[in-house]
């Protein structure tokens, strides 16, 4: 079975599940074209990849164009426009999507799906003029419906809009549990203690890169975290090392502060997870991908304030927990500040107030003190649990849990046998 891949370049959720679904695939043979913050993952974690192509969505459809005859199906997960165009060429698609409640529409659904309906009737060309005049959002929820299969991961808002769907007549959307890499997740177990006197910290600040965001723009907020996670270690020496990893840092750095060292790493995947393995003090951004993984190593971080818009809805999802209770988001640390609800103008308004806060020493100092002390208050909570977080952990479970992923690559797999049998 030969197949092509491919990941939405947005921070390193959408290749984190990449790789979670080609690792069940052992005896494929497994393309990637992508580009980005996915392809960069991808690189770091090539192992399962029998060809890594770095392809802008222009040249990966010229690709997709040329290649198609020689793929069995494509595996494709955020990404729309890879996903439209490999449909358009005959390659059966599989679709995973962990935001699909996310997707805001600016057209009911009826109507988003009699334009996807009509596209088999256009010339490539009247297609992708059509498709690219609906909304970045609701390309994506357009993927699923031409996709032959596609899989979403539960959140709430995800069943109800399956459900919508269904009755639209689009039967091949699963909803899924976990989008993670179960095989090679540590072996959950009570977290290491805690000691208001001696710990150490790890904070995933993720993969950043988004539509709006890069390493050297509109990178305000990972320069206020490494200031504050500087500031926090020379006013905490209980606090004996700190491993801040991101995909910013592809050329490692370690800082000394007082003897005591800040680590800035891109750790590959299985050994990102081995630090949260190990580590007793977790701090994240409101990733899914995070949030699940430190979910079932039986962890409970502390979520840091949100680097885009996505970020505030996963928190919004889950206030109700101890986890959205304990989060530390910006309107907390700081006061409130507008939001507009919408993912790229939500993201611009992110991005202000953080440079704004960087180019404010009181503004700094008032951010500073805040998160200072919800870290003082997260360790301590740490320290009365013992370790023992079940009842916590389970509660977000709860909202999260859906059937395993093995389940979606063997319904992949028997749909791709029905293909083959296909005349």
């Not at 088999?120 to 498709?131: K, P, R």
């Not at 072996?187 to 965001?213: Q, T």
């Not at 805040?370 to 909202?399: C, I, K, W």
Request: net charge negative; glycine share 6%.
């Amino acid at each position: 079975m030969k197949l092509i891949t491919s990941a939405q370049a947005c921070g390193f959720g959408p290749a984190s599940k990449l790789l979670s679904v080609v690792k069940l695939l052992s005896d494929a043979e497994i393309d990637f074209i992508g580009d980005g913050i996915a392809l960069d993952f991808v690189r770091r974690n090539p192992d399962r990849f029998h060809a890594i192509d770095e392809c802008e969505p222009e040249r990966a459809r010229a690709v997709l164009r040329e290649r198609a005859g020689r793929y069995d199906a494509a595996i494709v997960v955020m990404h729309a426009e890879i996903a439209f165009w490999a449909v358009r060429f005959g390659v059966p698609v599989s679709f995973f999507d962990s935001l699909f409640s996310f997707w805001k529409l600016e057209r009911p659904l009826a109507e988003l799906a009699r334009m996807v309906r009509q596209w088999s009737a256009l010339d490539d060309g009247d297609a992708y003029e059509s498709f690219l005049s609906i909304a970045p959002h609701e390309r994506n929820v357009a993927a699923h419906l031409l996709a032959h299969h596609s899989f979403v991961q539960r959140f709430p808002g995800v069943d109800e809009r399956v459900s919508a769907l269904r009755e639209l007549g689009f039967a091949h959307i699963e909803v899924t549990g976990s989008m993670i890499d179960m095989q090679n997740l540590p072996v959950a177990g009570s977290a290491p203690p805690v000691r208001r006197n001696d710990y150490s910290i790890v904070a995933s600040l993720g993969g950043y890169k988004n539509f709006l965001l890069d390493f050297d723009r509109n990178d305000e907020y990972l320069r206020l975290l490494e200031r504050w996670t500087v500031d926090f270690m020379r006013a905490r020496p209980q606090c004996k090392a700190m491993t801040l990893c991101s995909g910013a840092y592809l050329q490692p750095q370690t800082i000394s502060i007082d003897g005591r060292l800040l680590s800035m790493t891109f750790a590959s995947h299985d050994e990102f997870l081995q630090l949260v393995r190990r580590t007793p003090v977790i701090l994240c951004t409101p990733g899914l991908t995070s949030i699940h993984e430190t979910m079932h190593l039986g962890r409970l971080p502390l979520l840091l304030p949100e680097e885009h818009y996505g970020h505030v809805f996963n928190r919004r999802g889950l206030a109700r927990t101890r986890l959205g209770l304990l989060a530390a988001g910006l309107e907390d640390v700081i006061g409130g500040y507008e939001l507009p609800e919408d993912d790229f103008t939500g993201t611009a308004a992110i991005v202000a107030v953080t440079r704004a806060i960087l180019e404010s020493p009181e503004r700094y100092a008032a951010f500073s003190a805040a998160m200072t002390a919800r870290v003082d208050a997260y360790v301590d909570f740490l320290a009365s649990t013992d370790g023992s977080l079940d009842q916590h952990v389970r509660e977000v479970h709860s909202l999260l849990e859906g059937p395993p992923l093995t389940d979606a690559v063997e319904s992949l797999l028997a749909r791709h046998a029905l293909y083959d049998e296909a005349p």
